[in-house]
Nanobody, 125 residues
Framework: QVQLTESGGGSVQAGGTLSLSCAAS????????MAWFRQGPGQEREGVAS????????WYADSVKGRFTISNDNAKREVYLQMDNLKLDDTAMYYC??????????????????WGQGIQVTVSS
């Protein structure tokens, strides 16, 4: 079992910066893929970024490449999402997720077994 707790987020103007953090507790952290997903009003949940805690490999959705950076700290059992140059379309509830072996579903919700409660990010003009 893995418990995930997100923090950070909030409101920012377009072009601004926000950072999210996710603290993990429970099972062995460094055997998981950690990811960030988001879900806007009336939209499906979509993968934003993922990282392997074993070797640091990362994956990003095309919509955030060059603007968002995912990182993790195995010692602190935390994963982070640095969001730069935020756009109005980035407004959503952001979720932290953990999965042992998502395979080709590395940015697909079905690849992950554990989820945080979510945290709101609002970008305004």
């Amino acid at each position: 079992q893995v418990q995930l707790t997100e923090s950070g987020g909030g409101s920012v103007q377009a072009g601004g910066t926000l950072s999210l953090s996710c603290a993990a507790s429970g099972s062995t952290y460094n055997q998981y893929y950690m990811a960030w997903f988001r879900q806007g009003p009336g939209q499906e949940r979509e993968g934003v970024a993922s990282i392997s805690t074993r070797d640091g490999l990362t994956w990003y959705a095309d919509s955030v490449k060059g603007r968002f950076t995912i990182s993790n700290d195995n010692a602190k059992r935390e994963v982070y999402l640095q969001m730069d140059n935020l756009k109005l379309d980035d407004t959503a509830m952001y979720y932290c997720a953990a999965g042992r072996s998502p395979g080709f579903r590395v940015l697909v919700p079905l690849g992950y077994s554990y989820w945080g409660q979510g945290i709101q990010v609002t970008v305004s003009s």
